[in-house]
T-cell receptor, first 114, second 113 residues
Framework: GAVVSQHPSRVICKSGTSVKIECRSLDFQATTMFWYRQFPKQSLMLMATSNEGSKATYEQGVEKDKFLINHASLTLSTLTVTSAHPEDSSFYIC??????????FGSGTRLTVV | RKEVEQDPGPFNVPEGATVAFNCTYSNSASQSFFWYRQDCRKEPKLLMSVYSSGNEDGRFTAQLNRASQYISLLIRDSKLSDSATYLCVVNPVPSGSARQLTFGSGTQLTVLP
C-alpha cells in the first residue's frame, strides 16, 4: 500500500531555533500534501496545503512566515518551524492524497521546544 | 458550529460489548466520509470509508444518513485491541480529488478486560 515517510519522529529543540520536518511519498507521486498539527487531546487541525511547484495554501491563523513549506518535488514536502517557541510544541503530521485510494499519513513528528 | 462533531467520550466498555459512535457534519455538500482510528501518539489510520448504502467490515459497520448529515460506527464483540480514538472524517469534495480532510475531535474508546 501507499507509504508516506515522515522524519524525524521526535525532536527536541531550544527556543528560537528552527526545525525542519520532511514528508516523503515512497511509492507514489503526490502533487498535494497536507500538514496538520495536533495538540494533546485535540483533533488534527489542517495548517496548510502543500502544492508541488507552487506556493502553499495556509489556513486562517497559521503564519506562513513561521511555518515555511517547500514542495519542490512530487515526492517530498518539508515544513520548517522557524524561531520555535514552547507554544509550538505539538504533534505535526503530513498526509498525501491518493485519489480514490484515500489518504495516507506520515507517522508524525513530536516537536518539543524547551 | 464545528464542521464535524463527535461525542468525545470516553467510552469504557467490557470486552465483547457492542459500542456505537455517532458523528454529525455541517456541510451538506460533503461527499466522502471516513472513520479513522488513532492510537495514542500515532498517526491516524483509515478504518473504513462510509457509503450511503452502509458498509460492513468484519465487526465494524458504518452508516451514513445524508438527510440528517449523520454518520455512525458500530463495533461488535469489542476486543482489547479496539481501544483507540476513533475519528470521524469528512471530505467536502468527491473522492479522487486532492482536498483536505476535516476531522472530528475523536471519540475515545477503552475496552476493558
Amino acid at each position: 500500500g501507499a507509504v508516506v515517510s515522515q522524519h524525524p519522529s521526535r525532536v527536541i529543540c531550544k527556543s528560537g531555533t528552527s526545525v525542519k520536518i520532511e514528508c516523503r511519498s515512497l511509492d507514489f507521486q503526490a502533487t498535494t500534501m497536507f500538514w496538520y498539527r495536533q495538540f494533546p487531546k485535540q483533533s488534527l487541525m489542517l495548517m496548510a496545503t502543500s502544492n508541488e511547484g507552487s506556493k502553499a495554501t495556509y489556513e486562517q491563523g497559521v503564519e506562513k512566515d513561521k511555518f515555511l513549506i517547500n514542495h519542490a518535488s512530487l515526492t517530498l514536502s518539508t515544513l520548517t518551524v522557524t524561531s520555535a517557541h514552547p507554544e509550538d510544541s505539538s504533534f505535526y503530521i503530513c498526509s498525501a492524497g491518493r485519489g480514490a485510494d484515500g489518504y495516507t499519513f506520515g507517522s508524525g513528528t513530536r516537536l518539543t521546544v524547551v | 458550529r464545528k464542521e464535524v462533531e463527535q461525542d468525545p467520550g470516553p467510552f469504557n466498555v467490557p470486552e465483547g460489548a457492542t459500542v456505537a459512535f455517532n458523528c454529525t457534519y455541517s456541510n451538506s455538500a460533503s461527499q466522502s466520509f471516513f472513520w479513522y482510528r488513532q492510537d495514542c501518539r500515532k498517526e491516524p489510520k483509515l478504518l473504513m470509508s462510509v457509503y450511503s448504502s452502509g458498509n460492513e467490515d468484519g465487526r465494524f459497520t458504518a452508516q451514513l444518513n445524508r438527510a440528517s448529515q449523520y454518520i455512525s460506527l458500530l463495533i461488535r464483540d469489542s476486543k482489547l485491541s479496539d481501544s483507540a480514538t476513533y475519528l470521524c472524517v469528512v471530505n467536502p469534495v468527491p473522492s479522487g480529488s486532492a482536498r483536505q480532510l476535516t476531522f472530528g475531535s475523536g471519540t475515545q474508546l477503552t475496552v476493558l478486560p
